[in-house]
């Protein structure tokens, strides 16, 4: 059996706790709290929805790979494997879909049913992604930088001014520069397949040798390299005002993209190296972040809750860092009971799977009774 990458589930258990927390400051901050908010934002959301979609990549090109070396000689299993995948995505976009139509009758706002959201940017990247799958790493890599190109000139074009009122090809494009437009994160979702593809052939090697030969050689150094030339270039390009609401991270600046991918590929790089050196023992102290991990989906839908507890009540002081951390620690205690007394029962993430299996295997059956008749 393929060993589990414990550092992707650590690196995503950070991911969640960085939406909480981002999701949970400037709800609980009065206004005098603004500027730490833009501050963390612009530095640290590096790690939020972006880091979600690159770790989304890595993840969903390993699970292929695994099911493609499963079933090499079966053609019809891998059209099922398909199925089942693209009914995860639409699944995902139907569960946003109604997140948005339910906002967008709340705040009597027609078009926020075309919000670019979290679940939304996920669903289209899986839908995206499948057909580039069995693509080379370069080719991946150019359409993520087509990506990026396009939305650069598509937004020279059709950028709003000052107080002039969005087309409609930018709300159906973008909605606001403040969400997750598929043109810039589908970038971050289609590099983490190629260091998806990395790690699978890493995992591949038997030879111990030659397995931290290849560690060293084709991840942690090129890829180390990579996202500090990245994470300079983002800043050489455009030095951001880390205290402003219109700061880099806000608007989605390609400068700020730039300097996203580069954190997301070295902590990646980093976790790996500490993982598999073994400079830190994984098996027991990366679990408070694997249950956030575990429970990605469940979190998002619940943490909502969390921001109404303490509504602008406080400044930005000793006290709302100890409840801010004390609450932390108390959600992922909770998530921890969750695992041990209900286990997957309350994923919302295996739910999807389990529903997307049954879906695909119930096409399957009917197709096999057809071909019978």
């Known amino acids: 059996m393929m060993k589990r990458i414990k550092s992707i589930d650590t690196f995503r258990g950070l991911c969640m706790i960085w939406l909480v927390t981002a999701h949970i400051i400037p709800q609980w901050l009065n206004n005098s709290g603004y500027l730490l908010y833009d501050f963390l934002w612009n530095i640290t959301d590096s790690i939020g929805a972006c880091a979600f979609l690159f770790l989304s990549g890595i993840s969903s090109f390993i699970a292929f790979k695994k099911r493609e070396s499963n079933t090499r000689e079966n053609a019809f299993s891998m059209k099922n494997a398909r199925n089942e995948y693209y009914f995860r995505a639409l699944i995902i976009f139907l569960i946003g879909f109604i997140v948005n139509l339910i906002l967008a009758i709340y705040n009597n706002m027609w078009w926020w049913i075309f919000a670019w959201d979290f679940l939304q940017v996920i669903s289209i990247s899986l839908i995206l992604a499948w057909p580039l799958f069995k693509r080379s790493n370069l080719v991946r890599i150019a359409i993520a930088i087509a990506f990026w190109v396009v939305n650069e000139i598509i937004l020279f074009f059709i950028r709003p001014s000052l107080g002039e009122e969005p087309s409609l090809v930018f709300m159906l494009l973008y909605t606001t520069e403040q969400l997750d437009s ?78 996203a991918l580069g954190v997301d590929i070295f902590l990646i790089s980093l976790l790996i190296f500490i993982e598999e050196y073994e400079l830190i023992k994984f098996k027991k102290n990366y679990r408070f972040l694997f249950y956030f991990s575990y429970y990605s989906f469940t979190v998002y839908a619940s943490h909502y809750l969390l921001t109404l507890i303490f509504l602008n009540l406080f400044n930005v002081d000793l006290t709302f860092w100890f409840f801010l951390i004390m609450t932390m620690i108390l959600y992922g205690l909770l998530l921890n009971v969750l695992y041990k007394k209900l286990g997957p029962k309350v994923s919302i993430k295996i739910q999807i799977s389990r529903l997307s299996s049954f879906l695909a295997n119930y096409i399957d059956k009917r197709k096999n009774r057809v071909m019978r008749l």
């Not at 050689?217 to 402003?244: A, H, R, T």
């Open 182 to 259: 598929i043109l810039w994160f589908f970038s971050f979702f289609i590099i983490g397949t190629v260091i998806g593809d990395l790690i699978f052939k890493y995992l591949l090697i038997e030879n111990n040798a030659s397995k931290k030969k290849y560690l060293k050689n084709n991840i942690l150094i090129p890829c180390i390299i990579i996202s500090i030339i990245l994470i300079c270039l983002g800043y050489l390009l455009e030095f951001p005002d880390l205290f402003s609401s219109q700061g880099w991270a806000h608007i989605r600046s390609l400068p700020w993209r730039i300097y």
